[in-house]
Every structure is written in C-alpha cells, then in structure tokens.
C-alpha cells in the first residue's frame, strides 16, 4: 500500500504508524493475560455453560458420539472439529484440554484484532487509522476477557471472516471464499460475510472472480458436509442448524432491542455514529477522496457500510443475546472509526481521538464489573420498561446435571439433551419430543421432503 505523504513531527505518531500491527497484537494479547489472571483469581478452572458443551462436545466426539445425534446444538460443526482435535491433543485430560481450548479461543481474538486494523489500513493507507480501528474492537471487553472462559465459535468466526474480506479486498477471490466457508462453518452469521465477498469479487474482477468465489466455498462446505452424509447424520444436522434458527425466534420491541445493543456495547456504543459518520464519508462523491489519507488512490471501499448496515441489522432484528452476538458488526464500525481518523490532519487531534480510544478500552471493563457504572442504571430502566418475554412457551427445565459438572466428569450422557437451552426447550416443546430423547435430530414432521 502507498505509504502516508503527510509529515509528521510527532515520534509517537511516526512509530504507531510503522508499528501499529505489532501494537495491536501486545496490547490485546496483555489484556487477554490480565482477563486469565482474573478469572483465575475469581475461580480456578471457571467455564461457561456454551464453551463446556463445546469443550464436552469435542472430547465426546473423540469416544465415538455423532454431533446433532448424540447431543443436541444449534452451531454448525466446525467448533467440534477443533475441539475433537484438542482432546486428541489433551490426551483424554478434560483439565489440560480447556486449557488449550482458551489458548485457542485466545490465538483467535490476538490474530483477529491486528487483522481488522490490515482493513482499515487497505482502506485508507494510514497507520493511525489502523490502531484506532484496533482499538474499537478492543473497546468491547467481551472480545478478550471472555476466552479465558473456554473456546467459543465467535472467535473463529471472526478471524476467518476477517481474512476472507482481507484476501477479497486484495483479489484473492478463490482463497477468500475458502476463509468464508470456514467461518460460516463455524458460525452463521458467517454467511453475510460469504455474500459480501462473492459481491466484492464481482465488483473488483468480475464474474469469474466471483465464480472463483463460489468455488471455493463450496469445495469447504462439501470437505464439511461429507462425513455426516457418511455417518446418516445429514438430516440431523440440517435440523438443528438450519430449521431450528429459522423456526425458533425469539420475542422483542424493536425499543428493547435498541438497549440491548447499548447495554452490551457498553460505552463503545458511542462509536456507532462515529463509524456511521466515517461510511458515508468515505463512499460519497468527492468525499472519499478527503477521507483517503492517500490522495484518493486507495480502491472504493463500499464494502463496508453495506457489511455494517447488514450485520447492524442482524444485531436489531434477528438476534442478539450479548457482546459476541455483534463481534462480526465490530470490523466494519472498527474500520468506519478508521476512515474518521484518517481524515484528521492535525497530529494533535489524531493524538486526542487515539486517547479517547484508549479512554473507551480502559473504560470497558467498568461497564461490567463496576457496581453502578453512569449510564448502565438508567439502560437498564428502560430496558425493563419495554422488555417482553423471549419466548411465548418456554418448558419448563427437568432436573438434569449442569452441563458444566458433565464435561469435568468426562460423562457419556444417556440422552441428546443435556445442555438444554432456550431454544432447545422451545424446539422440544413445538416438535413434541422430549428431555428424555437418546438421540436428535429428526425431522419435526417425519420424513424430510426429497
């Protein structure tokens, strides 16, 4: 990429821009240890009930079980092939296997957090532009202090979405179909990420580049599908990663869910207008070419709006259930932050928008740990006040171990459900199946359609 022409007079400001990857990748990897010593501090071996069953998920893979036949979940399968692999590492050890699962989860969010400040530099070609868009990824806690927690898929789901944008920017438009099959592998909300780079390689190469595209994300998708059609698993998996997450939604208030994304971006939800404001500016008329630290030779960038609006309309209206629902909606604001930034001339005011940056990262934490952080009171008022039921029937939960005692026990559980979810009891309830299933998966009206 052309390098910045402005001068600058400030060493600071020289050094974050010849050095701003390497920032990034020590500053999240120190705050990633500090959430590590304070986990342990607050419990050794702490877990949460998502990454146990994907920890329990993994090893039970290893003693022969059938993920969607013989434990039920909603994400698709690639977070059990990584886990699986770890247990296999781990030897059978359920201690030392969580331990890899959080260096993992941890690797994930170190790689990812440079890589969304590669974007804003593509974009822009400006060093402080891609801190700063590291930094807002940053300024959301959940992005490093929940790996020490155990593995989730998110965490994937960022870093090979990350890439798969990266390599489609760069025209790598076979590579980047593969990155984004991976990423949908492991979640969802991957599939955005799919669309976009198809489109991306459209518009930059044309119809081959987004044939290209297609391909290879279908040759991931066939590597992932193959061994449940071998295994008679297919039906299951198609149920409870496809039909369930269309069929079981959940209830909200359009004002709700406005909070939601407050409450869960905490103080890092002033940064949405301020990405906003960076969008537009970069992608109408003559103003991209102002935005451009460059002198306007950098490549369009209408990219990212269009992936910000989509993934700001997940996070409203499909569903958002903390932090880590939106982490794919944080590279897009995180490189709207950047194009803002490289748009400061002066170096005293980049200098005060990267503190006010700072301010937001330190401040984070705060958010969720302090007993009454300004601001989260009265979001949490007004959530209350216009909040209604998630689910209209919601069964109730039978005695059953926490999922959490089953994986430290190393247990084989006699049935499928035993991580049992909201959605997982609201399916069970509209399927009229019940806790007590060996195993799941079946088609809700009998036989699948041909």
């Known amino acids: 990429m052309p390098s910045d022409p402005r001068p600058r007079s400030d060493e600071s400001h020289c050094r974050i821009e010849s050095g701003w990857w390497g920032f990034l990748a020590c500053l999240t990897a120190a705050l990633i240890a500090l959430s590590a010593v304070v986990a342990v501090v607050a419990g050794p071996w702490l877990l949460t009930e998502d990454s146990a069953l994907f920890q329990h998920g993994g090893w039970y893979v290893t003693q022969g079980a059938v993920p969607y036949v013989d434990f039920w979940d909603l994400k698709p399968p690639l977070i059990y092939a990584v886990t699986a692999a770890l247990a296999l590492a781990a030897g059978g050890d ?50 490093y202090g929940l790996p020490p927690f155990g593995i989730r898929p998110k965490y994937f789901l960022l870093c090979f979405g990350v890439v798969a944008l990266l390599l489609a920017t760069r025209g790598r438009s076979g590579a980047s179909g593969v990155a984004a099959a991976i990423a949908s592998g492991f979640h969802q909300q991957g599939l955005g990420i799919a669309l976009l780079v198809v489109a991306i390689a459209a518009d930059r190469d044309g119809l081959r580049a987004a044939g290209r595209t297609v391909v290879g994300g279908l040759s991931v998708a066939a590597a992932v599908v193959l061994p449940f059609a071998l295994a008679g698993a297919l039906v299951p998996m198609l149920v409870e990663t496809v039909i369930v997450p269309l069929t079981v939604t959940r209830r909200y208030t359009l004002s709700e869910r406005l909070v939601d994304i407050a409450l869960a971006l905490g103080y890092a939800s002033a940064l949405i207008p301020v990405a906003a404001y960076g969008w537009l500016r970069s992608n109408v008329g003559r103003a991209r070419i102002a935005v451009s630290a460059d002198g306007g030779r950098t490549p369009p960038s209408w990219w990212v709006p269009v992936g910000g609006v989509l993934y700001g309309a997940a996070a409203l209206f499909i569903d958002m259930e903390g932090s880590l629902d939106m982490i794919l909606w944080l590279p897009f604001l995180a490189v709207g932050v950047g194009q803002v930034v490289a748009a400061v001339r002066r170096d005293r005011r980049r200098a005060a928008v990267l503190c006010v940056l700072a301010l937001l990262v330190a401040a984070g934490p705060a958010w969720y740990l302090a007993p009454n952080p300004p601001l989260s009171g009265t979001l949490e008022e007004e959530h209350d006040r216009h909040a209604v039921a998630d689910f209209e029937h919601l069964p109730k939960e039978p005695a059953n171990p926490d999922v959490r005692t089953v994986y430290w026990d190393k247990r084989q559980p006699d049935r499928c459900h035993y991580r049992l979810s909201q959605k997982e009891r609201v399916w069970i309830h509209l399927t009229d199946a019940t806790f007590e299933d060996r195993t799941c998966g079946d088609w809700p009206s009998g036989e699948p359609p041909i």
């Open 94 to 143: 359920v201690l030392l296997l969580h331990s890899l699962s959080v260096v993992a989860a941890g690797v994930a969010i170190v790689v990812s957090v440079p890589l969304v400040g590669q974007l804003a530099h593509d974009a822009t070609g400006d060093g402080t532009a891609a801190f700063a868009a590291g930094l807002v990824v940053l300024a959301v806690p959940a992005t």
